[in-house]
């Protein structure tokens, strides 16, 4: 408030809604000032019109305004100074605060799947990005634009898609949304528009991808995976009970288990999908955070027709840029983007101007590159610990991403693992967690519990959210609470007399 108090002059652009009595509005002005700090609506420290402003906004005598003011800063409503303004005062109690949502809050040691750091978002960058981006829009780019994104965006990023993930598209056919639900939920619904009925899903992954293709309609069945990725040869044996119409598969990077799709399954599953007309919809959430060597293209260029890329910015710079993309094959692009005209809430053009130009001066690929070496260093040193103080247990997958599948030592209760960190700060789900749920067809697996006997336990590490200081911390704490479940004692290490992780002997913060 300091600083509005140094410039009075603003008081005459506030705006200020008020109920008057048109018999008694001195004194039904008093009352409405009161009643609107009593209810929150003006709060301690919210500055008020000038006088003068407030009158004749309110059809009134400026006297009685005055006199208002005068008689509540009086009873101590209200702070005046001469020639700096008017106020509530900063004493005054207002409503009870709303208590605080009955939502899980999160743990200080996040290590949850898919979530990156956003303390490394690039901050001067982007701001020069929208800088450039607004002195050079015309005034049509900030009206009602295209449903399908901002056209410099959709140049941009077909150039980019072609070149870095090798996608075959033009920016006609590129639609920018919100986030992957909301591009996800979009084409769900121009295919149950257009007679789709199921779909089938990797056996792990989003539950919350799930519920956007049973919100559309749809019903969900699950392909196993394993070390191939998802077993799309089952296509036809779903087809077998009702017809299978959509497929949603991570190719690139199977979340959560790190396993890419088979060479040989990537050509069954276009093969299929041009026999049976279905579409596939492929997620390539993190396709470029590959770490051991060039990511493999992706699987929308062996059949553009029958499958839908989808891309995001929330992995390489942060969630809160709120925009995703999809190369959608002709043939279904002019059914997604009437959804997209049926539900509105497009993406807002300022932040799509910023992200074409963020593109098109290669700051995206800077981005990129300087999250590689942050991820692949953590991934890295995740692996160290665990093959030197974790006997039995191992990481899976691909190094890339931003997580990995640790498999815990044989007999190790994966959901006990998760509880004893939880208790320790650190945040993440055991595998199981991410399986498709019992009720649902071809689920196959629980999603809490004992795994299966075809399953060794284990749990999802997030290596990506931590900040840089509290990385070392995250790791340890994981390790530490898996040792009195697992039934091994930890390996002798050079680092240490007794080879435990890091931390272990002393007391941590929040430990009991």
Do not use: C
């Not at 800063?73 to 509530?88: D, M, Q, Y």
């Not at 996040?110 to 981006?133: H, I, Q, Y």
């Not at 005209?341 to 799509?352: E, F, M, N, T, W």
């Not at 911390?473 to 050079?494: K, N, V």
Request: without cysteine; proline residues 9%.
């Amino acid at each position: 408030m300091g600083e509005t108090r140094a410039n009075p002059s603003l008081a005459g652009a506030l705006d200020l809604h008020l109920a008057l009595s048109p018999t008694r509005p001195a004194r039904s002005l008093q009352d409405a000032l009161r009643t609107a700090v009593l209810d929150g609506r003006l709060v301690a420290g919210t500055r008020l019109p000038a006088a003068r402003a407030l009158a004749a906004d309110l059809g009134v005598a400026r006297g009685t305004v005055a006199d208002a003011y005068a008689q509540l800063a009086a009873e101590g409503w209200l702070e005046s100074r001469v020639g700096a303004g008017t106020w509530v005062g900063r004493r005054v109690v207002g409503p009870t605060p709303a208590p605080p949502s009955p939502g899980r809050p999160r743990l200080p040691l996040d290590l949850r799947a898919g979530v990156p750091d956003p303390s490394s978002f690039p901050r001067g960058p982007w701001l020069a990005a929208a800088r450039r981006a607004l002195a050079d829009a015309p005034d049509a780019a900030l009206g009602y634009g295209d449903p399908r994104g901002a056209e410099p965006l959709r140049v941009a990023l077909a150039a980019y898609l072609g070149r870095a993930r090798g996608v075959r598209t033009d920016p006609d056919r590129v639609v920018v949304t919100h986030g992957f639900a909301d591009l996800l939920s979009l084409v769900a619904r121009a295919l149950v528009a257009r007679g789709a009925r199921r779909a089938a899903v990797e056996q792990y992954g989003h539950a919350a991808h799930r519920a956007v293709l049973a919100a559309a309609g749809l019903e969900v069945a699950a392909l196993p995976v394993d070390d191939g990725g998802a077993d799309v040869s089952l296509l036809d044996a779903l087809g077998r009970e009702r017809p299978v119409d959509v497929v949603l598969l991570t190719p690139a990077h199977q979340f959560p288990t790190g396993v890419p799709l088979s060479p040989a399954r990537r050509g069954a599953l276009v093969a299929w999908a041009a026999r049976t007309g279905a579409t596939v919809v492929e997620d390539d959430y993190d396709g470029e955070l590959r770490y051991d060597r060039r990511a493999v293209g992706a699987l929308q260029a062996l059949d553009p027709d029958h499958v839908v890329y989808a891309g995001t910015a929330s992995k390489a710079l942060a969630p809160g840029v709120g925009l995703a993309w999809g190369a959608v094959p002709a043939g279904l692009l002019d059914d997604v983007v009437a959804q997209r005209r049926v539900l509105g809430g497009s993406p807002d053009a300022i932040g799509q101007l910023t992200l074409a130009r963020f593109l098109a001066d290669h700051e995206y690929d800077r981005a990129i590159r300087r999250a590689r070496a942050r991820y692949r260093a953590r991934r890295e040193r995740l692996a160290t610990l665990v093959a030197e103080h974790l006997p039995g247990g191992r990481l899976l997958g691909l190094p890339a991403g931003l997580q990995a599948v640790l498999e815990l030592p044989p007999g190790t209760n994966e959901d006990a693992v998760v509880d004893r960190a939880a208790h320790r700060g650190a945040e993440l789900l055991a595998l199981g967690a991410y399986a498709v749920e019992p009720g649902l067809p071809g689920a196959g697996a629980p999603t809490t519990g004992s795994p299966p006997p075809s399953r060794a336990p284990a749990v999802v590490v997030g290596y990506g959210a931590p900040r840089d200081h509290q990385v070392e911390q995250a790791f340890a704490t994981l390790l530490r609470e898996i040792d009195p479940l697992s039934g091994t004692s930890p390996r002798r290490s050079s680092r240490g007399a007794t080879g435990a992780p890091p931390g272990r002997g002393r007391r941590s913060a929040g430990s009991s």
